[in-house]
C-alpha cells in the first residue's frame, strides 16, 4: 500500500485536518488498549510500518485502505460501514425527501379519456 501526497496541504480546511488527526489518534488508542505493537498491528493490516505511523499520527495524504486495513486488524472494520449512511446524513434525508414531493410530472390525463383496453 503506498501513501499520497497532497498537492497543496495548506489548502486543506482545518476541520479535515482536525477529523483525521482524531481518528489517527482514536486508532492508536484502539491499539493500545489492545496492547498490542505497532509492528504486529501494520503486519496484520498488511501495510508498512512507516504507513502505520502516518495512520496513528492521522496524515491526510495516507490512502484510505491503510485507515480501513488497521481498523480491520484491530477489529473495528464494521465501524465504518456507518459512514454516510442515510441514518447519519441529515443533509441527504432533506434532499431526498424534497425531490420524491417533487416527484415525477406525469400528463393531465381526464378520466373519459381512460379504457379498458389492454
Given at each position: 500500500m503506498?501513501t499520497?501526497?497532497?498537492?497543496?496541504?495548506?489548502?486543506?480546511p482545518?476541520?479535515?485536518?482536525?477529523?483525521?488527526?482524531?481518528?489517527?489518534?482514536?486508532?492508536?488508542?484502539?491499539?493500545?488498549?489492545r496492547?498490542?505493537?505497532?509492528?504486529?498491528?501494520?503486519?496484520?493490516?498488511?501495510?508498512?510500518?512507516?504507513?502505520?505511523?502516518a495512520?496513528?499520527?492521522?496524515?491526510?495524504?495516507?490512502?484510505?485502505?491503510?485507515?480501513?486495513?488497521?481498523?480491520?486488524?484491530?477489529?473495528?472494520?464494521?465501524?465504518?460501514?456507518?459512514?454516510?449512511?442515510?441514518?447519519?446524513?441529515a443533509?441527504?434525508?432533506?434532499?431526498?425527501?424534497?425531490?420524491?414531493r417533487?416527484g415525477?410530472?406525469?400528463?393531465?390525463?381526464?378520466r373519459?379519456?381512460?379504457?379498458?383496453?389492454?
Amino acid at each position: 500500500m503506498r501513501t499520497t501526497t497532497i498537492r497543496n496541504p495548506e489548502r486543506v480546511p482545518e476541520r479535515l485536518l482536525e477529523v483525521v488527526t482524531s481518528l489517527g489518534r482514536n486508532i492508536t488508542d484502539a491499539r493500545k488498549r489492545r496492547r498490542l505493537r505497532q509492528a504486529d498491528v501494520a503486519r496484520m493490516a498488511g501495510i508498512t510500518l512507516p504507513t502505520l505511523r502516518a495512520v496513528e499520527s492521522g496524515r491526510i495524504g495516507t490512502s484510505m485502505g491503510a485507515y480501513v486495513g488497521v481498523l480491520w486488524a484491530l477489529g473495528l472494520e464494521d465501524a465504518i460501514l456507518s459512514v454516510a449512511t442515510l441514518e447519519v446524513d441529515a443533509e441527504g434525508r432533506i434532499r431526498e425527501r424534497a425531490s420524491l414531493r417533487r416527484g415525477v410530472a406525469h400528463p393531465q390525463t381526464g378520466r373519459a379519456q381512460l379504457d379498458d383496453d389492454f
